[in-house]
């Protein structure tokens, strides 16, 4: 039953995407990644069951926002997003016919930090043009790939989360969970979400 629930859950979030493109990649996001510690940590279903159900679920929410992005953006966006959502598609199909875990390192969920990147750009900006040239798509592509590449290592090869292999240690668990989630959170986001915001203030000043 509460399988059911999260499932549920997991499918109505993504449709906010189409009314509300970035607070619903965002929310969709974070429904992802709130079902682990009930679902994916051997509660309700085993570790492998859930790694297909969760990249399942993920393609589903990917691929409404992927269909957003098509309606706002310019070709080069449009273009990008295609092939990142086609690349991904081949990597969970990959893990679903031999269930490694490992190859998803080769096929990152780059189209995740992608499509945030877009519908805030576009969010602040209200331009359609996200990015200038190819030259422009390709460093940011490279930005967006390096924290994402790091953490799918820990997810697939590592089968852990950085905060717990290595960890500040205090005399609170729950002092030493939150300090360490937070400062993870931080080394993730900080180089695209740094360049997320160059960008943003670049556009505005160019209006």
Known sequence: MELAVFTVIRLLIP???????????????????????????????????????????????????????????????????????????????????????????????????????????????????????RTDLFITLIILSVPKIIQEYFWHFQKNIPWQTYPFNFSSYDLTQTINQIFWVVVYASLPLGFLIWKISTSLRTK
């Open 15 to 133: 449709l906010t995407i189409l009314r509300f493109p970035l607070f619903g990649f965002l929310a969709s996001i974070i429904a992802d990644a709130a079902d682990y510690d009930r679902i994916g940590l051997g509660v309700l279903i085993g570790e492998n069951d859930y790694q297909i159900w969760d990249k399942v679920l993920d393609t589903y929410f990917l691929a409404i926002a992927t269909l957003v992005v098509w309606k706002l953006t310019d070709r080069l966006s449009r273009n990008t997003a295609v092939v990142l959502l086609a690349w991904r598609l081949l990597g969970v199909a990959v893990f679903n016919l031999t269930g490694i875990r490992q190859v998803l390192l080769f096929f990152p969920n780059i189209l995740e930090s992608f499509l945030v990147f877009v519908f805030a750009f576009i969010f602040f900006t209200h331009k359609k043009s996200v990015f200038s040239s």
